[in-house]
């Protein structure tokens, strides 16, 4: 790796990935093992574990026979990533709540990115649930991978998803972490850098080699429309090889996380490739 490439903010130490418990197939391996890879980056395999066990006639025993079990299998899941010479830690946590759990244990590993499987919901479906992607986007302190295809792996083609027309400081920002994301993880992978800026009528036209700037791209892979970003993004994987797109998101508290429906959300259910959401503060008033 090189020193331009380590000083991005995709830098990362700890890759923690998230495993379903309720399914033998873990779709999020192979691209958390990737990225962990390419960062040099250890992996924490996490589950958490409902904890009904606890009301059940034999209580607090019947959950820790039940943990034990789940720590009996990551171990076994660990055991042939440790052979092949990755770091692998594991860590099994029981709760009411899983979705809202996934933060807090990145925090507590000190992960730089989060891995987790993502399944397409309906727009009255995000409105309606506070889905995992949703608990997750609005609580991550670092980027989130939602993987949706396994086959995506290893990563061919890098798409990012820009607006290098917005002029707040937030999305300066957030651009500016796409942009540098998207590169690093290009140069990593050996991926073809791409980027995509969708605009709502003439007045928003962005110039492609502008953006083919921004990203230090060819003109060629540079993509804008007068669309919508899901429209647009998912019109251009459909030409690229194993695509992984590389989104933005401004973390929001209060009434405005609770707000469904943000641009990130609408991509990831708009398209089939693995997301990358780059999470970026909103700045405090």
Same mark, same amino acid.
């Given at each position: 790796?090189?020193?331009?490439?380590?000083?991005?903010?995709?830098?990362?130490?700890?890759? #923690?990935?998230?495993?379903?418990?309720?399914?033998?197939?873990?779709?999020?391996? *192979?691209?958390?093992? /990737?990225?962990?890879?390419?960062? /040099?980056?250890?992996?924490?395999?996490?589950?958490?574990?409902?904890?009904?066990? *606890?009301?059940?006639?034999? &209580?607090?025993? !019947? %959950?820790?026979?039940?943990?034990?079990?789940?720590?009996?299998?990551?171990?076994?899941?660990?055991?042939?990533?440790?052979?092949?010479?990755?770091?692998?830690?594991?860590?099994?946590?029981?709760?009411?709540?899983?979705?809202?759990?996934?933060?807090?244990?990145?925090?507590?590993?000190?992960? &730089?990115?989060?891995?987790?499987?993502?399944?397409?919901?309906?727009?009255?479906?995000?409105?309606?649930?506070?889905?995992?992607?949703?608990?997750?986007?609005?609580?991550?302190?670092?980027?989130?991978?939602?993987?949706?295809?396994?086959?995506?792996?290893?990563?061919?083609?890098?798409?990012?998803? %820009?607006?290098?027309?917005?002029?707040?400081?937030?999305?300066?920002?957030?651009?500016?972490?796409?942009? !540098?994301?998207?590169?690093?993880?290009?140069?990593?992978?050996?991926?073809?850098?791409?980027?995509?800026?969708?605009?709502? !009528?003439? %007045?928003?036209?962005?110039?492609?080699?502008? #953006?083919?700037?921004?990203?230090?791209?060819?003109?060629?892979?540079?993509?804008?429309?007068?669309?919508?970003?899901?429209?647009? #993004? /998912?019109?251009?994987?459909? &030409?690229?090889?194993?695509?992984?797109?590389?989104?933005?998101?401004?973390?929001?508290?209060?009434?405005?996380?609770?707000?469904? !429906?943000?641009?990130?959300?609408?991509?990831? +259910?708009?398209?089939?490739?693995?997301?990358?959401?780059?999470? /970026? +503060?909103?700045?405090?008033?």
């Amino acid at each position: 790796m090189s020193a331009a490439a380590a000083n991005t903010p995709m830098e990362i130490n700890t890759v #923690l990935c998230v495993i379903d418990p309720t399914t033998p197939d873990q779709t999020v391996l *192979a691209p958390a093992l /990737q990225a962990a890879a390419g960062s /040099q980056a250890s992996l924490h395999l996490y589950v958490c574990v409902a904890a009904t066990a *606890a009301t059940s006639p034999k &209580g607090e025993s !019947g %959950l820790a026979a039940e943990k034990a079990r789940y720590q009996a299998w990551l171990d076994s899941m660990a055991a042939p990533i440790r052979r092949d010479g990755v770091t692998v830690t594991t860590e099994v946590e029981s709760g009411s709540d899983w979705r809202g759990a996934i933060a807090p244990a990145a925090e507590r590993c000190g992960a &730089g990115l989060i891995v987790k499987a993502s399944f397409r919901h309906s727009a009255l479906q995000r409105r309606l649930l506070q889905t995992s992607d949703w608990t997750l986007l609005r609580a991550a302190r670092c980027p989130v991978l939602l993987v949706k295809d396994e086959s995506k792996t290893p990563v061919a083609s890098v798409l990012a998803a %820009l607006n290098i027309s917005a002029d707040d400081p937030a999305h300066r920002q957030l651009t500016d972490r796409i942009v !540098g994301s998207a590169r690093y993880i290009a140069e990593v992978t050996g991926a073809t850098l791409h980027g995509a800026n969708a605009y709502k !009528g003439s %007045l928003g036209f962005v110039h492609p080699p502008e #953006l083919a700037a921004k990203l230090g791209i060819e003109r060629q892979c540079a993509h804008v429309a007068d669309t919508s970003p899901e429209a647009l #993004l /998912q019109t251009i994987e459909k &030409g690229l090889p194993n695509p992984l797109i590389v989104v933005g998101s401004i973390a929001r508290s209060g009434v405005s996380g609770l707000v469904v !429906g943000n641009t990130a959300e609408r991509i990831l +259910d708009s398209v089939s490739s693995n997301v990358l959401v780059i999470i /970026q +503060d909103e700045p405090a008033v």
